[in-house]
Structure formats: structure tokens, C-alpha cells
């Protein structure tokens, strides 16, 4: 079997191939530089050169600012890119597995919210991945894996710029209204091996650590592990930090669909940001 994980330069695809070759899988690792997705028949030609029995598009446009006031550029990554590659892999007899978000999602909900809650995108960011999932999900063996809060050794996010703020300055404001899942990109990594493997059903897996808390919970947490005192963490409301595009003030997402498929879901936030300290910093 082999496997073609484009977007492999990134913080998940990065995790992603390391995990595949160490599991002695054939793997083949696109970055941008290697395989732009937007340039005209460049996902056809590749998944006919390669001939993949699995692709994984971990390549996105990620910027949630940036794409309110470029939602045409962003579209042609998360979305026009991903149907094409979506027929390719059909034409070639591919599984195709996509990297989506919980921004699809209104983030209204008080309850943790199921694989098949309504999609209702608060932000130009998650209409332009909705359009990436449908066309993934029009393909005979799709997946979408929607994810979120991610963090991982290989990329910006927000338990590094904790980190390198406590080294900065004497207290931290977060936002403490806003609900979801740290999710590390090593554990969602192997989660997509396994779901793959497994000869799961097609369609809609949350991606996501078990349990929630908020990005306040978070740097606390990220505190308490650097030896240093939570207490300098402060918390803070949304609109305390004005920015382009909203945010969904509740990200937590359900998990019952790996139980369909045979499959633990992911490990607990805390224990999993535990286990990935040591490659964090």
C-alpha cells in the first residue's frame, strides 16, 4: 500500500509521514514545492505517476484572518483543489482522506456536536473547507477528519507562543470563552493510520482529543508544565481580542463514529499534551 500525504511539510503532514515510516509504510511526502494542488491537472498527473492506494490532503490555506479578505484564494486551495484531487483519486481507485475543521460548524451548541450536526460556517475560513469536504465526500472511498486547536513540534501554534510568552512577561491574557479540544498532531497522526487501516466506512470523523477546556485552560496547563505558576495566566473574553473573522465559541466535537468503526477515540487533551511535551520545546 502506499501512501501519498500532500501538504507534508506542514505541522500534521510532517507528524503524519515520520509515523508512516516508522510503521515500515511506502510513503511518498508532497510538500507545496513538490505538488501544488491549484496548478491545472497537477493532482491528476500526480496520483497517476504515484499511484496511491491511500492519499491524505493535509495541504490547506490556514490563514482564518487572511482568508475574510482573500475567501477567492483560500476557495481554490480548500476547495477547488480538493475536488480535483477528489476526482483523481476516484479515477484512480484511491482512498482519499481529507483534513477539515470544526470551523464547518456554527459553534453554538452547549453539547459536544455529533459527525453529522449541520454545517453552518461562521467565517469565509470554513466555508471554503465545507466546499473541500463535500467534494472529498462525493468521491466513492472519502473521509473527512475535521480537527481542531491542533498543535505539534514541527509548526506555530499556540502551545510554543505560551511557552515563549511566560519568558516574556509577567502575566498572560487568554481567552476563556471559547470551548474546544487541544488536539496534538502526533496522536491525530496516528488516528488517520488507523482509520485507514481498519477499512473504516466513508464519511465523517472527528478528529479531536477527548475532553475540553478552553484556550485559558490550555495555557494554564502549559504553565503548570513549564514549572511555572497558572496563576499568571489571566483570563480574558473575545472581544477582548477583536479579529477579521469569528471564532465559534464551542468547538468540542463527538467522537461516536470511531466506535462504528472498531476504534478507540483519541486520548484525553491533558495526557496527550503530556505525552508531546518533551518535542514540543
Not at 189 to 204: D, K
Given at each position: ?29 508532497a510538500s507545496r514545492a513538490d505538488l501544488d494542488l491549484c496548478a491545472p491537472g497537477a493532482a491528476r498527473d500526480a496520483v497517476r505517476r504515484i499511484r496511491p492506494s491511500v492519499v491524505v490532503n493535509c495541504a490547506a490555506w490556514t490563514a482564518v484572518d487572511d482568508a475574510e479578505a482573500h475567501e477567492k484564494a483560500a476557495l481554490a486551495v480548500n476547495g477547488t483543489a480538493v475536488g ?198
Open positions: 500500500m502506499t501512501w501519498l500525504v500532500t501538504g507534508a511539510a506542514g505541522m500534521l503532514g510532517t507528524d503524519l509521514v515520520d509515523r508512516l515510516r516508522a510503521g515500515g509504510h511506502d510513503v511518498v511526502a480535483a484531487l477528489a476526482e483523481a483519486c476516484a479515477d484512480g481507485g484511491a482512498a482519499l482522506v481529507q483534513i477539515s475543521t470544526d470551523y464547518v460548524l456554527d459553534g453554538r451548541s452547549t453539547v459536544p456536536c455529533p459527525e453529522d450536526a449541520p454545517a453552518a460556517p461562521v467565517n469565509a475560513y470554513g466555508r471554503t473547507k465545507l466546499a473541500g469536504e463535500r467534494a472529498a465526500l462525493a468521491a466513492p472511498r472519502g473521509y473527512v477528519v475535521r480537527t481542531a486547536w491542533l498543535y505539534g513540534a514541527h509548526g506555530p501554534n499556540f502551545v510554543r507562543t505560551m511557552a515563549r510568552l511566560a519568558a516574556e512577561r509577567d502575566t498572560v491574557q487568554v481567552v476563556d470563552d471559547q470551548h474546544g479540544q487541544p488536539t496534538w498532531t502526533g496522536a491525530l497522526a496516528e488516528q488517520i493510520i488507523a482509520l485507514v487501516r481498519a477499512g473504516a466506512r466513508p464519511g465523517v470523523y472527528h478528529g479531536t482529543a477527548a475532553g475540553a477546556t478552553t484556550w485559558y485552560g490550555l495555557a494554564r496547563e502549559v504553565f503548570t508544565l513549564l514549572g511555572l505558576d497558572p496563576e499568571r495566566v489571566r483570563p480574558a473574553a473575545t472581544a477582548d481580542f477583536p479579529r477579521p473573522a469569528p471564532r465559534p465559541a464551542y468547538s468540542v466535537l463527538g467522537h461516536d463514529r470511531w466506535a462504528e468503526a472498531g476504534l478507540k477515540p483519541m486520548p484525553h487533551w491533558r495526557d496527550s499534551l503530556h505525552e508531546a511535551w518533551p518535542t514540543l520545546l
